[in-house]
């Protein structure tokens, strides 16, 4: 009994209550305001059709899933180096960041198709739309990570003679991993939406390809069922880094153990 | 949420007072939203305004580009647009899943669904396309029909291949020879591929190999013709005068849409393409008889391929009669 009662009142437990507590008020709505099923499905059928097509969704989530994180990966491979580039010399910042935000305001849904134009129906065309939205949030994070960098410890180390190298790696990396982690959690979760507008125009798998099915056949449910799967892979891959940030940096703030809960 | 629902009566009562100077007028307002950006096929409605068929009927239209049939009967459903200008394939199968839509007039009654490829790469009948790559939109309703095509004409699904993507690049892909066909309109893509590439393009038609499923037609919803049945009656007298007009004068109706609208396209684009669409406008068995005019015999044959192929649940679905009605047609 009190084992249960610690199930249900952990921490944890508390996002499951918040979704118990949404699809109550969906359920609801449809009903006291009479909003027929073919504009919102109830949230009964779109668990009927995560069940029937379980297995069809799991499998076309895979193929989603390594087409996100092979542009999650080319984010942080390029990202990285170039926001280091941009926070260390003034001449990149300035030649090269205009340029940058201006890319970012390109919407990708509209030269998308040009990517299956150029690089087949592959994944290819896929995790380069992943990447052209993952790519942002990290490289700006980065940037800001090394450049609130404390002048000061800085300073310190190099009155103590510490090499630039060594400076970067005791001071300046730890000091800009949380503004890192914060970027890559962001560009992960853009990351899976980059590779579903890649589905979208161009593939014959995915869960962006099995959304475009469900909706020319007025299937709702499976449309519905179909985003739960796709914001699942958001909040699985948010959650790994999330746990990665916790192996990383455990000294920093946002890692302390909350002191009300332990108390 | 709460706000959202503030937001829901505010955003009606606006509506209400936008179009209010319209009945002031003594017109009544109607919007027709159209299943796709401009093409051809959207002439003959543009010739009704230019020549004030609409007005004389105390009828203020005004046409909307679609994205899709989809979306087009959503919008019809929901009550956010008078008409919609789509497939009725695809709105059998929204009405039959409970969208309260109907069908009052089939514009298209001679599926201008085909598989098509460059002239060069030698694709004439069915049996040319085994070994080659066909690009096709995911549930749309000709990726939804072609299994039917296949099973007439004793192809199987794995003498070909297949590239899905959405309907631009369905045209890219064959533009750039990843696949050697797409599965388009015969009035419309072919168009497209040829502007593009200044080659001709080869069309193998479905209805040539009997397999003929209707195709736009006008679309409405079930309680607005109970409220404004005259409304309808209306506008299908002038769209019925319009398109026969249009099939005597397709090069009027084209100048008139590009009048409204100058970036609809390439004029003997698309003059070439009404051409080819005047002739879908009846069957076999509906020859000589007004546009619109629906035969039983066509609407339950589509009916009944819809329920075997299409995706319609035979127990739920009803009959043909239940999808479509004459009734506000001109004699």
Same mark, same amino acid.
């Given at each position: 009994m009190s084992l249960l009662r610690k199930i249900l009142l952990n921490p944890a437990m508390r996002p499951i209550w918040l979704i118990v507590v949404l699809l109550v008020l969906w359920d609801l709505a449809i009903r006291i305001f009479k909003i027929p099923p073919y504009l919102i499905p109830a949230p009964q059928k779109v668990v009927e059709a995560l069940q029937n097509e379980w297995p069809r969704l799991i499998r076309e989530s895979m193929v989603t899933t390594w087409a996100t994180l092979g542009g999650f990966g080319l984010s942080i491979l390029f990202g990285i180096p170039m926001a280091l580039l941009i926070a260390y010399s003034r001449t990149i910042e300035s030649f090269v960041y205009p340029l940058l935000v201006f890319s970012q305001s390109v919407p990708k849904i509209a030269v998308a198709p040009l990517f299956v134009v150029w690089f087949g129906f592959g994944i290819i065309p896929k995790v380069i739309a992943a990447f052209l939205l993952g790519f942002f949030p990290i490289v700006v994070s980065t940037v800001m990570g090394f450049k609130s960098v404390e002048p000061e410890m800085i300073d310190l180390a190099r009155s103590m003679k510490a090499s630039r190298l060594q400076t970067f790696m005791r001071i300046s990396l730890p000091q800009a991993m949380p503004a890192i982690f914060s970027g890559l959690k962001v560009s992960v979760t853009l990351a899976v939406v980059g590779a579903v507008v890649g589905e979208f125009v161009g593939s014959n798998s995915g869960i962006g390809y099995v959304l475009q099915i469900a909706n020319g056949n007025f299937d709702l449910p499976l449309m519905f069922a179909a985003l739960v799967v796709l914001s699942m892979i958001g909040v699985v891959l948010f959650v790994a880094i999330d746990l990665l940030e916790r192996v990383m940096i455990p000294w920093h703030a946002s890692q302390r153990p909350d002191v009300h809960a332990t108390a | 949420?709460?706000? &959202?629902?503030? &937001? $829901?009566?505010?955003?009606?009562? /606006?509506?209400?007072? /936008?179009?209010?100077? /319209?009945?002031?007028?003594? +017109?009544? +307002? $109607?919007? &027709? &939203? %159209?299943?796709?950006? %401009?093409? =051809?096929?959207?002439?003959?409605?543009?010739?009704?305004?230019?020549? *004030?068929?609409? !007005? +004389?009927?105390?009828? !203020? $239209?005004?046409?909307?580009?679609?994205? *899709? =049939?989809?979306?087009t009967i959503q919008a019809v459903a929901a009550k956010t647009v008078t008409f919609g200008y789509a497939d009725v394939a695809t709105m059998i199968k929204a009405a039959a899943k409970g969208t309260p839509v109907t069908t009052v007039g089939v514009a298209l009654q001679t599926s201008p669904m085909s598989v098509m490829g460059l002239s060069e790469k030698n694709i004439r009948k069915p049996d040319d396309i085994k070994g080659k790559t066909v690009a096709m939109t995911p549930g749309d309703s000709m990726s939804q029909v072609w299994p039917l095509f296949l099973k007439k004409t004793g192809l199987k699904e794995s003498d070909f291949k297949v590239v899905a993507g959405d309907a631009q690049t369905k045209l890219n892909a064959v533009i750039n020879g990843q696949a050697d066909l797409l599965l388009g309109y015969l009035m419309d893509q072919n168009m497209r591929i040829q502007d593009a590439t200044k080659k001709p393009v080869f069309v193998i038609p479905f209805s040539e190999y009997g397999v003929n499923l209707v195709s736009s037609g006008i679309i409405a919803q079930k309680d607005m013709l109970k409220e404004k049945p005259d409304l309808v009656r209306k506008f299908m007298r002038a769209s019925t005068v319009c398109f026969e007009e249009a099939a005597k004068n397709p090069e009027a109706a084209v100048d008139a849409m590009l009048k409204a609208n100058p970036k609809a396209g390439v004029r003997e684009t698309l003059i070439a393409g009404l051409k080819l669409t005047t002739p879908l406008y009846n069957t076999p068995d509906t020859k000589g008889q007004r546009p619109f005019r629906v035969s039983p015999k066509n609407m339950s044959e589509s009916f009944d391929m819809l329920v075997e192929y299409g995706g319609v649940e035979k127990a739920s679905a009803g009959k043909a009669e239940d999808y479509y009605t004459n009734a506000f047609l001109p004699q």
């Amino acid at each position: 009994m009190s084992l249960l009662r610690k199930i249900l009142l952990n921490p944890a437990m508390r996002p499951i209550w918040l979704i118990v507590v949404l699809l109550v008020l969906w359920d609801l709505a449809i009903r006291i305001f009479k909003i027929p099923p073919y504009l919102i499905p109830a949230p009964q059928k779109v668990v009927e059709a995560l069940q029937n097509e379980w297995p069809r969704l799991i499998r076309e989530s895979m193929v989603t899933t390594w087409a996100t994180l092979g542009g999650f990966g080319l984010s942080i491979l390029f990202g990285i180096p170039m926001a280091l580039l941009i926070a260390y010399s003034r001449t990149i910042e300035s030649f090269v960041y205009p340029l940058l935000v201006f890319s970012q305001s390109v919407p990708k849904i509209a030269v998308a198709p040009l990517f299956v134009v150029w690089f087949g129906f592959g994944i290819i065309p896929k995790v380069i739309a992943a990447f052209l939205l993952g790519f942002f949030p990290i490289v700006v994070s980065t940037v800001m990570g090394f450049k609130s960098v404390e002048p000061e410890m800085i300073d310190l180390a190099r009155s103590m003679k510490a090499s630039r190298l060594q400076t970067f790696m005791r001071i300046s990396l730890p000091q800009a991993m949380p503004a890192i982690f914060s970027g890559l959690k962001v560009s992960v979760t853009l990351a899976v939406v980059g590779a579903v507008v890649g589905e979208f125009v161009g593939s014959n798998s995915g869960i962006g390809y099995v959304l475009q099915i469900a909706n020319g056949n007025f299937d709702l449910p499976l449309m519905f069922a179909a985003l739960v799967v796709l914001s699942m892979i958001g909040v699985v891959l948010f959650v790994a880094i999330d746990l990665l940030e916790r192996v990383m940096i455990p000294w920093h703030a946002s890692q302390r153990p909350d002191v009300h809960a332990t108390a | 949420m709460r706000r &959202l629902m503030k &937001l $829901v009566p505010a955003a009606a009562v /606006a509506l209400a007072f /936008a179009s209010g100077p /319209a009945h002031a007028q003594g +017109k009544e +307002k $109607v919007t &027709l &939203l %159209l299943n796709w950006y %401009l093409y =051809s096929e959207h002439a003959p409605f543009f010739l009704c305004k230019e020549r *004030g068929v609409f !007005d +004389k009927e105390g009828l !203020d $239209v005004e046409i909307q580009e679609g994205r *899709g =049939s989809v979306p087009t009967i959503q919008a019809v459903a929901a009550k956010t647009v008078t008409f919609g200008y789509a497939d009725v394939a695809t709105m059998i199968k929204a009405a039959a899943k409970g969208t309260p839509v109907t069908t009052v007039g089939v514009a298209l009654q001679t599926s201008p669904m085909s598989v098509m490829g460059l002239s060069e790469k030698n694709i004439r009948k069915p049996d040319d396309i085994k070994g080659k790559t066909v690009a096709m939109t995911p549930g749309d309703s000709m990726s939804q029909v072609w299994p039917l095509f296949l099973k007439k004409t004793g192809l199987k699904e794995s003498d070909f291949k297949v590239v899905a993507g959405d309907a631009q690049t369905k045209l890219n892909a064959v533009i750039n020879g990843q696949a050697d066909l797409l599965l388009g309109y015969l009035m419309d893509q072919n168009m497209r591929i040829q502007d593009a590439t200044k080659k001709p393009v080869f069309v193998i038609p479905f209805s040539e190999y009997g397999v003929n499923l209707v195709s736009s037609g006008i679309i409405a919803q079930k309680d607005m013709l109970k409220e404004k049945p005259d409304l309808v009656r209306k506008f299908m007298r002038a769209s019925t005068v319009c398109f026969e007009e249009a099939a005597k004068n397709p090069e009027a109706a084209v100048d008139a849409m590009l009048k409204a609208n100058p970036k609809a396209g390439v004029r003997e684009t698309l003059i070439a393409g009404l051409k080819l669409t005047t002739p879908l406008y009846n069957t076999p068995d509906t020859k000589g008889q007004r546009p619109f005019r629906v035969s039983p015999k066509n609407m339950s044959e589509s009916f009944d391929m819809l329920v075997e192929y299409g995706g319609v649940e035979k127990a739920s679905a009803g009959k043909a009669e239940d999808y479509y009605t004459n009734a506000f047609l001109p004699q």
